[in-house]
Protein backbone atom coordinates (compact mmCIF):
# COMPACT_ATOMS: atom_id res chain seq x y z
CA UNK A 1 0.00 0.00 0.00
CA UNK A 2 1.43 3.51 -0.80
CA UNK A 3 1.64 5.71 1.77
CA UNK A 4 2.95 9.65 1.74
CA UNK A 5 3.30 11.19 4.68
CA UNK A 6 3.91 15.02 5.27
CA UNK A 7 5.81 16.99 7.57
CA UNK A 8 7.30 20.65 7.81
CA UNK A 9 3.90 22.99 8.03
CA UNK A 10 3.24 25.36 10.24
CA UNK A 11 3.16 29.14 10.56
CA UNK A 12 6.15 31.32 9.30
CA UNK A 13 6.19 35.22 8.21
CA UNK A 14 6.13 36.64 5.42
CA UNK A 15 9.31 36.47 3.47
CA UNK A 16 10.40 33.74 5.45
CA UNK A 17 11.23 30.23 4.57
CA UNK A 18 9.76 26.85 5.15
CA UNK A 19 10.73 22.92 4.06
CA UNK A 20 8.14 20.46 3.22
CA UNK A 21 9.10 16.71 3.79
CA UNK A 22 6.82 14.13 2.17
CA UNK A 23 7.72 10.27 3.11
CA UNK A 24 6.80 7.69 0.71
CA UNK A 25 6.57 4.02 1.24
CA UNK A 26 4.91 0.84 -0.61
CA UNK A 27 6.01 2.02 -3.87
CA UNK A 28 6.70 -1.41 -6.33
CA UNK A 29 8.03 0.87 -8.85
CA UNK A 30 11.73 2.08 -10.03
CA UNK A 31 10.33 5.06 -11.39
CA UNK A 32 7.55 7.45 -10.54
CA UNK A 33 5.97 11.08 -10.30
CA UNK A 34 6.04 12.96 -6.88
CA UNK A 35 4.95 15.84 -6.14
CA UNK A 36 3.64 19.07 -3.91
CA UNK A 37 0.46 20.52 -5.08
CA UNK A 38 -1.54 23.09 -2.90
CA UNK A 39 -5.03 24.29 -2.17
CA UNK A 40 -5.90 27.73 -0.89
CA UNK A 41 -9.27 28.55 0.81
CA UNK A 42 -11.95 28.70 -1.79
CA UNK A 43 -9.48 28.26 -4.98
CA UNK A 44 -8.99 24.94 -6.73
CA UNK A 45 -6.47 22.46 -6.19
CA UNK A 46 -3.13 23.60 -7.54
CA UNK A 47 0.33 21.67 -8.88
CA UNK A 48 3.55 23.25 -7.46
CA UNK A 49 6.19 20.81 -8.46
CA UNK A 50 7.08 17.70 -8.94
CA UNK A 51 9.90 15.48 -9.52
CA UNK A 52 10.26 11.72 -10.86
CA UNK A 53 12.13 9.38 -9.10
CA UNK A 54 14.70 7.83 -11.07
CA UNK A 55 16.34 10.62 -12.44
CA UNK A 56 15.32 13.57 -10.26
CA UNK A 57 13.90 15.65 -12.92
CA UNK A 58 11.82 18.73 -11.82
CA UNK A 59 8.44 20.39 -13.14
CA UNK A 60 7.55 23.48 -11.77
CA UNK A 61 4.11 25.06 -11.94
CA UNK A 62 5.04 28.48 -13.92
CA UNK A 63 3.92 30.91 -11.18
CA UNK A 64 6.11 28.57 -8.59
CA UNK A 65 9.46 29.10 -10.20
CA UNK A 66 11.72 30.63 -8.36
CA UNK A 67 10.87 30.50 -5.17
CA UNK A 68 10.10 26.75 -4.81
CA UNK A 69 12.54 24.24 -4.80
CA UNK A 70 11.16 20.50 -4.80
CA UNK A 71 14.67 17.55 -4.70
CA UNK A 72 14.33 14.07 -3.44
CA UNK A 73 16.78 12.03 -1.43
CA UNK A 74 16.04 8.71 -2.76
CA UNK A 75 18.24 6.60 -0.53
CA UNK A 76 15.42 7.50 2.48
CA UNK A 77 12.44 7.71 -0.23
CA UNK A 78 11.84 11.33 0.78
CA UNK A 79 10.89 14.70 -1.09
CA UNK A 80 11.17 18.18 -0.06
CA UNK A 81 9.72 21.67 -0.82
CA UNK A 82 11.23 24.37 -0.26
CA UNK A 83 9.64 27.34 -0.29
CA UNK A 84 11.51 30.24 0.24
CA UNK A 85 9.94 34.37 0.17
CA UNK A 86 6.92 33.71 1.24
CA UNK A 87 3.65 35.92 0.64
CA UNK A 88 0.69 35.64 2.52
CA UNK A 89 -0.76 34.52 -0.82
CA UNK A 90 1.23 30.89 -0.24
CA UNK A 91 -1.34 29.96 2.63
CA UNK A 92 -2.88 27.04 1.67
CA UNK A 93 -3.08 23.26 2.21
CA UNK A 94 0.07 21.44 0.46
CA UNK A 95 -0.58 17.93 -0.43
CA UNK A 96 2.23 15.74 -1.28
CA UNK A 97 0.77 13.34 -4.16
CA UNK A 98 2.24 10.37 -6.13
CA UNK A 99 1.41 8.34 -9.56
CA UNK A 100 3.30 5.08 -11.06
CA UNK A 101 3.61 7.29 -14.32
CA UNK A 102 6.93 9.82 -13.94
CA UNK A 103 5.28 11.04 -17.54
CA UNK A 104 2.36 12.69 -15.06
CA UNK A 105 4.66 14.85 -13.47
CA UNK A 106 4.22 17.67 -16.48
CA UNK A 107 0.37 17.79 -16.74
CA UNK A 108 -0.17 17.98 -13.14
CA UNK A 109 1.58 20.96 -12.50
CA UNK A 110 -0.27 22.20 -15.32
CA UNK A 111 -3.22 22.11 -13.99
CA UNK A 112 -3.85 18.76 -13.99
CA UNK A 113 -3.30 17.83 -10.69
CA UNK A 114 -6.00 15.03 -10.85
CA UNK A 115 -3.68 12.67 -12.91
CA UNK A 116 -2.05 11.41 -9.78
CA UNK A 117 -2.87 8.39 -8.16
CA UNK A 118 -1.81 9.14 -4.36
CA UNK A 119 -2.49 12.07 -2.01
CA UNK A 120 -1.04 12.41 1.26
CA UNK A 121 -3.76 13.83 4.05
CA UNK A 122 -2.14 17.46 3.61
CA UNK A 123 -0.62 19.89 5.68
CA UNK A 124 -1.37 23.68 6.42
CA UNK A 125 1.06 26.23 5.71
CA UNK A 126 -0.14 29.88 7.00
CA UNK A 127 1.83 32.90 6.03
CA UNK A 128 1.21 35.81 8.14
CA UNK A 129 1.50 39.53 6.94
Known amino acids: EVQLVESGGGLVQAGGSLRLSCSAS????????IGWFRQAPGKEREGVAC????????FYAHSMKGRFTISSDNAENTVYLQMNSLKPEDTAVYFC??????????????????????WGKGLLVTVSS
Open 97 to 118: AADRLRESCKPATSSRYYVMDY
Open 26 to 33: GFTYNDYA
Open 51 to 58: ISKRDSYA
